[in-house]
């Protein structure tokens, strides 16, 4: 089980937010919840936290790989765990459909079946928007190539890309962001309907195993230059990145998919999140992790606000 399986625990539907295996256990959220009969969408990480404190005493611990605490389930206490790449594909509706035939597709454009659909639609649950999911380093190359084109996805409009912004309630825009958000090739429209793809480098049976030790510094904000962009695509979207002030070399990321195709090699943004020491092996690393709705990366080469 890695990012973007389903699995229900408790009476909600949690979502796995990792690649990594964590002492055979997983990162996930409540993301599903049902109340009142209707099963509800938890949308901020914060709120679903708080959901798993309540869920039962030892979900929500301290992880050194995450630096933080967060809910780790062991597989084995889900009661159903749901495949992205498995289904359904029986979905009724248009975006049901729509959402299979791009599967399709994908699959038959990649050659390759580690394509498939995550998110409400995943449970069969009626959406207006199309998530999918891409695991596997060369099935994640070969499907960018193919989406840079522009022949599968028709791009957003300024107009869609600013109003897409306003409906994730971000709070600070730039017209470098709409821009931006305009020419990404993970998002679009097909056959009239919003689709997000996340493209996963690794393969659902070999998640990673953490070795790493991550320490919380706190909340910080930076004016950064970006010095590679070539991890930008890719979930956890990452970007290397000097900071203007100090002329310190730190890493940008998040597992947060409007984060990723922001910035290209030498650009500038104003990022707020939280600060980092990663520990990896050998390696030090000083990293900002953008993973709360508070949080921003604003690619921004002047102050330009849009009100």
């Known amino acids: 089980m890695i990012e973007g399986f389903i699995g229900r625990y408790g009476g909600a539907y949690w979502i796995v ?8 256990r997983v990162l996930a959220l409540p993301r599903y919840v049902w109340r009142d009969g209707k099963l509800l969408t938890i949308k901020e990480p914060e709120e679903s936290i708080e959901i798993a404190e309540l869920a039962g ?27 992205p790449r498995f289904g359904p594909f029986n979905l009724r509706g248009r975006v049901g459909g729509v959402a299979v035939e791009l599967v399709e597709l ?16 995943l449970l069969g649950k009626q959406t207006e928007d199309i998530d999918l999911i891409i695991y596997g380093k060369d099935t994640c190359e070969t499907a960018y190539e193919m989406l ?19 409906r994730r309630g971000q709070k600070l825009i730039t017209e470098e962001l709409i821009d931006k958000e305009a020419r990404k090739s ?22 990673v195993e953490c070795k790493r030790r991550v320490f919380k510094v706190g909340g910080v904000w930076r ?26 070399e730190i890493v940008i990321f998040s597992d947060r998919g409007r984060y990723c195709e922001l910035l290209d090699e030498g650009e500038k943004a104003y ?20 993973w709360s709705q508070e949080h921003y990366l604003l690619p921004s080469n002047t102050l330009r606000w849009m009100k």
């Open 17 to 24: 937010r990792s690649i990594y295996n964590v002492d055979n």
């Open 57 to 83: 005493e030892d979900i929500v611990s301290y992880s050194e790989c995450f630096g933080r605490r967060v809910p780790l389930l062991k597989k084995e206490s889900f009661e159903e765990v749901l495949d």
């Open 106 to 121: 994908l699959r038959n454009e990649t050659g390759s079946e580690n394509v498939g659909i995550t998110g409400g639609l």
């Open 148 to 166: 840079k084109k522009g022949q599968i996805l028709k791009s957003y409009s300024k107009s869609e890309a600013f109003e897409l912004i306003l």
């Open 186 to 207: 993970l998002q679009g429209k097909f056959r009239g309907i919003d689709v997000y793809i996340r493209l996963v480098p690794v393969l659902p049976n070999s998640p």
């Open 223 to 248: 004016y950064v230059e970006v010095t590679d962009s070539s991890m930008g695509y890719l979930y956890p979207c990452t970007y290397s990145a000097l900071d203007l002030t100090s002329g310190e």
């Open 271 to 290: 990022v707020k999140g939280e600060m980092e020491i990663i520990y990896d092996g050998s390696q030090k690393k000083l990293a900002i992790n953008l």
